[in-house]
């Protein structure tokens, strides 16, 4: 399985507000240089991330994003079938398949996507950021604000 773009960055986004437990909220613009990511795209996948409850977003010249819930309450699973959508391994409508009708491979390829989302399950937002990755990214926030700063 491969994740798409939009489920990539908004993980990014989550781990690295994660690691931010300060007053100031972290402004787009910091994670879209961060991780290279346009600023538009960055602002469609917070607003989604905004509209689940998981992060706050504030507008205008003071505002930014934080983390709304606690990192160890979320699991990976529910965030990537969230961002992820209900779409299958595989798209037999789509391709007119004439096996589709007496074909087994949708049906073991749903359960492998089961098997990695129950997988995701087993994992918080905390545990992922809760090694080196975790360390990684306050080095660069910290990066972030002297050249700011600077």
């Known amino acids: 399985m491969r994740l798409t773009r939009f489920s990539d960055i908004g993980l990014r986004v989550l781990m690295y507000l ?6 100031q909220p972290v402004t787009v613009a910091e994670i879209s240089s961060q991780f290279g990511v346009p600023h538009n795209h960055l602002v469609k996948v917070v607003g989604a991330m905004a509209k689940q409850g998981w992060i706050h977003a504030t507008r205008g010249r ?14 990976i699973g529910s965030v990537l079938r969230t961002l992820e959508g209900d779409r299958e391994a595989i798209d037999c409508e789509g391709l007119a398949c004439r096996l589709a009708t007496q074909c087994f491979l949708r049906n073991a390829l749903q359960e492998g996507l089961n098997a990695f989302y129950s997988a ?9 950021v809760g090694t080196e990755t975790g360390e990684k990214i306050v080095q660069m926030h910290r990066s972030f604000l002297k050249q700011s700063a600077g």
């Open 120 to 128: 995701m399950d087993r994992y918080t937002l905390a545990d992922v």
């Open 18 to 23: 994660a690691q931010q437990a300060r007053e």
């Open 62 to 75: 003071h505002g930014g994003v934080r983390l709304a819930v606690s990192p160890g309450q979320l699991p």
